[in-house]
């Protein structure tokens, strides 16, 4: 079946610090990859997606890049700021028996300091 | 345009009551999931229906029941709850198109508690 690791967190990084959190898949299809964040108190909202192979997701300052070849999609960041602080969640979507169930990573918690 | 929407925001039960956590979205979705979420275990899906009239189940069904009530609403229902049910509960929806490239939508998520 599908499934979606992550690199365990907590990350914490200092303000302006570059940010990379690991996201590799495994799956049958041709699936969607989305980057979605949680902050504190509230449910997951979409951050960015790509839907085939070497395009690029990007938004708020985050981007991540669908590498079919190292079944990867990485997100990454320039320089982070203290309101970035908040879980991370990569997910695949594919169709299973004519149903697009999403897989989820376990989530990385990141933690920036001022 | 509110979303997707939860009631209760936050329960207390105690072990063996009864209760329904509930889920609309405004959205005209097909798709709409339950998931339950817990330190270190990510999200689980309990269950999700691909369209009105349909319920299937997802990864952790047991001690759960659903109902998908029209197109904007799909409950949880716990008829024995658990201290083992104790966990923060989402809703999400989703266009079910002819891809797999629709992000789901989440509600803010119910908190709830077994004693």
Redesign the interface.
Known sequence: GDSVTQMEGPVTLSEEACLTINCTYTATGYPSLFWYVQYPGEGLQLLLKATKADDKGSNKGFEATYRKETTSFHLEKGSVQVSDSAVYFCALSDQTGGSYIPTFGRGTSLIVHP | NAG?TQTPKFQVLKTGQSMTLQCAQDMNHN?MYWYRQDP????R?IY?S?SEGTT?K?EVPNGYNVSRLNKREFSLRLESAAPSQTSVY?C?S?V?GT???????????TRLTVL
């Open positions: 997707v798709s270190g275990m990510g999200l899906l999700y691909a299937d997802g989402f999400a989703r079910t891809g797999s490239y629709n992000e789901q939508f989440f509600g803010p998520g």
